[in-house]
T-cell receptor, first 112, second 115 residues
């Protein structure tokens, strides 16, 4: 199975927009794409979920191209408290080989 | 409405002992997932259960690991004859519906240390 990959780390200044992309070129046909935020020593926290095109909620937007082989989490104006690791979660593969897979994670560091 | 509860939060075992990790899902949720996170690594799917059924155990090691979600009571992840490589954070998550990519709500995790 192809790996679900993300950039290892990103740096941003407070107030900027941050876009984190997840590559999932073996995504299962019927599965949603979900993004989570994780702080040290805590469980992941749900951010946003989508199937295709664009989804927006009060904290983020999610962009999914037509082929669904990638997705981009957009955080509009980050603050210091957004410093965390961000993961995408997808179903990969088909049939009996299909498996729930977290991305490799992106460590976002926000500074003043 | 209490969130997902996991206990113990920290567990220390010696090599060869058994570890039992408990997960109580959110009220009304009938699906539970278990994940393992090794130090400084990402989350790896282990098993997905519904009450009294294992739906997908494709991420579970073939030996020493088992999971259950009985009709009454919490879900249990059991690791027999623990080894140092089992030291990790184990997270459970729950969801209200049956699709495996429904929104999952995570517990705080159990940190297992094997001496």
């Amino acid at each position: 199975l192809a790996k679900t990959t993300q950039p290892i780390s990103m740096d941003s200044y407070e107030g900027q927009e941050v876009n984190i992309t997840c590559s999932h070129n073996n995504i299962a046909t019927n599965d949603y794409i979900t993004w989570y935020q994780q702080f040290p020593s805590q469980g992941p926290r749900f951010i946003i979920q989508g199937y295709k095109t664009k989804v927006t909620n009060e904290v983020a937007s999610l962009f999914i191209p037509a082929d669904r082989k990638s997705s981009t989490l957009s955080l509009p104006r980050v603050s210091l408290s957004d410093t965390a690791v961000y993961y995408c979660l997808v179903g990969e593969g088909t049939g009996t080989a299909s498996k729930l897979t977290f991305g490799t994670g992106t460590r976002l560091q926000v500074t003043l | 409405n209490a969130g997902v509860m996991q206990n113990p939060r920290h567990l220390v075992r010696r090599r060869g002992q058994e570890a039992r990790l408990r997960c109580s899902p959110m009220k009304g949720h009938s699906h539970v997932y278990w994940y393992r996170q090794l130090p400084e690594e990402g989350l790896k799917f282990m098993v997905y259960l519904q009450k009294e059924n294992i739906i997908d155990e494709s991420g579970m090691p073939k030996e020493r690991f088992s999971a259950e979600f009985p009709k009454e009571g919490p879900s249990i992840l059991r690791i027999q004859q623990v080894v140092r490589g089992d030291s990790a954070a184990y997270f459970c998550a729950s969801s209200p519906f049956g699709s495996r990519t429904d929104t999952q709500y995570f517990g705080p995790g159990t940190r297992l240390t094997v001496l």
